[in-house]
């Protein structure tokens, strides 16, 4: 059974930084594309980053663009996503996802994503 648990979250001042951590095990990690999404207070899941099974393919929403950074290690089966100059609005639940279809490209639909972390919360304060 594949599982994938997330940490890191927290609340932050605006402006401010944190490093998102999801392990994956029971799994073939190396061969996930993996991706962050996140689901902000009564809005619907978004998208917000992905990453290829070797890394050379990265993908994010224009609004986190220069701002988040993710990042896979496959030797620990963990995948990042690196957040800095936090904005009131990024306050959301982040989730992390696993895609095993081995698609070409960095998918952002929910419903193609295989697995999914139980999310950690992250609130900004303005």
């Known amino acids: 059974q594949v599982q994938l648990v997330e940490s890191g979250g927290g609340s932050v001042q605006a402006g401010g930084s944190l490093i998102l951590s999801c392990v994956t095990s029971g799994g073939a990690f190396t061969m996930y594309t993996m991706a962050w999404f996140r689901q902000g207070p009564g809005r619907e899941r978004e998208f917000v980053a992905g990453?290829?099974?070797?890394?050379?393919?990265?993908g994010y929403i224009d609004s986190v663009k220069g701002r988040f950074t993710i990042s896979r290690d496959n030797a620990k089966n963990t995948v990042y996503l690196q957040m800095k100059n936090l904005e009131p609005e990024d306050t959301a639940d982040y989730y992390c996802?696993?895609?095993?279809?081995?698609?070409?490209?960095?998918?952002?639909?929910?419903?193609?994503?295989?697995?999914w972390g139980q999310g950690t919360r992250v609130t900004v304060s303005s």
């Open positions: 996802a696993a895609d095993h279809t081995k698609s070409l490209v960095i998918r952002i639909k929910e419903f193609q994503y295989d697995y």
């Open positions: 990453i290829g099974q070797s890394g050379d393919r990265i």
